[in-house]
């Protein structure tokens, strides 16, 4: 190449389009060049693609010679978009071989139109549809290679518009809160990022097209579709990250419908509607699930718990079964109930409803006048409630009711059985009750252990043993719940709720562990445990009855594999619904106390139960929970009483924070 100072050059720079440069000198195989924004670099001649012939401007005023470089380039850039590649590719298509540089522009240009051949030296390595660029020679491509390209061009060009069109919607949404047509088929993605954030799995065009609006915020998202009328200011997003289905699909209620249809007097069942049964349930309970019958004899007592058979209908691998499989568990929220079957189901033909007929697994607890424990039977039953209520109810019904009383009297006897038997019985604080009400939030505070809340759930406590031993004894595969501990466990004793005592109990508390191993339940008292109390509303519950009517039935039992394989399917879904109801809880009292705020300062009684480095650890009256925050300016200790002040909430990211000040 026939280089000289002053010789306009393209040459290879960081892009695929060359860059122009005047040659300042030349040694061996180096030159020296002055670039377009007045710098000077070294390159080798290897770099140079295009040269001029000749000196096209002098060098020795630097200032004038990057002008007249800055001139030319800007020639050569407009030359460059007039070329229609097109037309030169048809003159040389016929002949589709490698061509030089200056072999295309001898069709074209004279040798001396140093401009003209640059631009087109520009045009051919910017071009990646007419001409294949290899090792600096273009050859014209064939006519499918062509049109592929074209297609290929006319798609990008169309998802460029549709992007650029998606940011404009975007960008209208946020401002405006008007969802455009073409947001509409990304809805969904909308309100993952919403719901999960940046982590949520959307489209790779319309992550794109976030960023190019400046969105990354999924608050700001959130405004802007409650504005829209899409999402409610009081959006379950819980419901959105984890896909949980509300209701339910027509072919699964046709189902439901058919199965509910039988006639119950025509199955194989023991009859056990002469017993007096009944049901306590909490307020406002639709899908009563369990219920009790009770006897005093002079041998002893008998306690029969009842418990609706969902199994009887809902056969393994059905459609309901399947469906109740990926919920894993009813969801119980203060603005909305999911239930885990339809309700034609759990809220109508299975509910253990006063004055009907129903079937139920029939679980018959014998004990002596001891309260020893003697035996366990099983029955596939039809029972019919005398009387369905709630807890408050059954309350006032305490001291009239003489059969009512007796049963209380005799779980306070098996509670005292499991007090001997090592059981830690603290007594607990009480229980928020948030309900919504026509958009007013209800909070109510409910003893858990007073009373018939207390029988029931000693009840349940005992059945759910009993079922666990028998499984255990007749070589059944099953979930048991194990906890170990200490045998030197010593809690003072308390007649009343006491914050200090809980938290230390807690933090020494070992966690229950389910799965295939038979072992004792510590804090429980009892030498072993599982659940099948709820199986309306708990899958795994559920399959541990059909485990108890195979049995029953002599038919072949889940092995181990095979129950834990089911129950590992469905525990992801009861995590999530776990999740989701402590989060909607969360919610609603937020909520509510941020109402509060808007009149005054929300301060509650509260007192210190472990204090650490930074932070102090305190229990509030008002929420019935342990709370946490930075330390204060003064001393604090254990067993102190302090007021609580709410600080910060955010209902958005579920956040609260608190301030505590001296009592």
């Excluded at 089911?566 to 106390?593: F, G, N, P």
Aim: aromatic letters at 8%; proline letters at 3%.
């Amino acid at each position: 190449m026939n280089l000289s100072s002053g010789c306009i050059i393209e040459f290879i720079a960081k892009g695929s389009v060359p860059e122009a440069a005047v040659v300042l000198s030349i040694s061996d195989t180096n030159v020296r060049i002055l670039l377009t924004n007045g710098k000077e670099t070294t390159i080798s001649e290897k770099k140079i693609l295009y040269a001029s012939s000749r000196s096209l401007t002098t060098v020795s005023n630097k200032e004038s010679c990057k002008q007249n470089l800055i001139n030319i380039n800007n020639t050569r850039k407009e030359l460059s978009e007039k070329i229609d590649l097109a037309e030169i590719r048809e003159l040389l298509v016929e002949d589709p071989k490698f061509y030089e540089l200056n072999e295309i522009a001898e069709f074209l240009y004279d040798s001396n139109d140093f401009d003209s051949i640059a631009a087109l030296l520009r045009k051919l390595c910017e071009d990646k549809i007419y001409f294949k660029n290899k090792n600096n020679t273009f050859q014209p491509v064939s006519e499918e290679a062509l049109q592929q390209s074209l297609e290929q061009l006319k798609k990008k060009e169309l998802q460029e518009k549709e992007e650029t069109q998606l940011v404009d919607s975007l960008k209208n949404l946020m401002n405006n809160g008007i969802l455009d047509d073409s947001l509409k088929n990304y809805l969904q993605d909308l309100k993952d990022f919403v719901a999960i954030g940046e982590e949520a799995g959307i489209s790779k065009r319309f992550s794109n097209a976030l960023s190019k609006a400046s969105i990354n915020n999924n608050r700001k998202v959130f405004q802007a579709l409650v504005k829209a009328g899409i999402l409610k200011e009081d959006e379950n997003l819980d419901l959105i990250k984890y896909r949980t289905p509300i209701g339910f699909s027509d072919e699964q209620k046709k189902e439901a419908e058919n199965l509910c249809n039988i006639d119950i007097r025509s199955l194989n069942r023991v009859d056990l509607t002469a017993l007096k049964t009944w049901a306590i349930d909490s307020p406002g309970s639709k899908d009563r699930d369990d219920a009790f019958s009770f006897e005093k004899n002079d041998d002893g007592y008998t306690l029969w718990v009842h418990i609706a058979d969902p199994s009887e209908i809902v056969k393994p691998n059905s459609l309901l079964d399947k469906e109740a499989s990926r919920r894993g568990s009813s969801i119980y929220m203060p603005d909305l109930r999911i239930n885990m079957f339809p309700e034609s189901i759990s809220e109508e033909f299975l509910s253990l409803d006063e004055g009907r007929e129903r079937i139920a697994l029939s679980f018959k607890l014998e004990f002596s006048s001891e309260i020893e424990f003697k035996n366990l039977s099983i029955n596939k039953s039809i029972i019919k409630l005398e009387k369905a209520t709630d807890y408050t109810s059954a309350n006032k019904m305490l001291e009239a009711d003489e059969w009512l009383n007796s049963a209380y009297l005799f779980s306070e006897k098996l509670k005292a059985e499991r007090v001997k038997n090592g059981a830690v019985l603290l007594p607990r604080q009480a229980e928020l009750e948030i309900k919504v009400v026509d958009d007013n939030i209800i909070i109510e505070h409910e003893n858990r252990d007073e009373l018939t809340a207390g029988m029931i759930a000693e009840f349940m406590i005992w059945v759910n043993h009993a079922v666990a031993v028998w499984f255990h004894n007749n070589g059944i595969p099953a979930l048991f719940r194990v906890q170990e501990g200490d045998s030197e466990f010593d809690i003072p004793k308390c007649d009343s709720f006491d914050p200090i005592i809980f938290w230390n109990s807690l933090k020494l508390m070992r966690k229950t562990l389910v799965g295939a191993e038979f072992g004792k339940h510590f804090s429980l008292g009892v030498i072993g445990y599982t659940q099948i109390s709820s199986p309306l509303r708990r899958y795994s519950d559920l399959l541990l009855h059909r485990q108890i009517k195979a049995f029953l039935e002599q038919q072949p039992v889940m092995t181990q594999e095979e129950l834990d394989k089911r129950v590992m399917i469905s525990d992801i879904a009861v995590d999530h619904a776990e999740d989701t109801m402590k989060d909607r809880e969360r919610y609603y009292i937020l909520k509510y106390l941020k109402q509060q705020q808007k009149n005054s300062e929300v301060i509650f009684d509260g007192v210190v139960v472990d204090t650490g480095l930074t932070e102090v650890n305190f229990y509030v009256d008002f929420l019935c929970s342990f709370r946490h925050c930075r330390k204060p300016n003064f001393d604090v200790a254990p067993g102190m009483k302090i007021k609580v002040k709410v600080n910060q909430i955010d209902l958005f990211d579920n956040i609260i924070r608190f301030d505590i000040r001296k009592a």
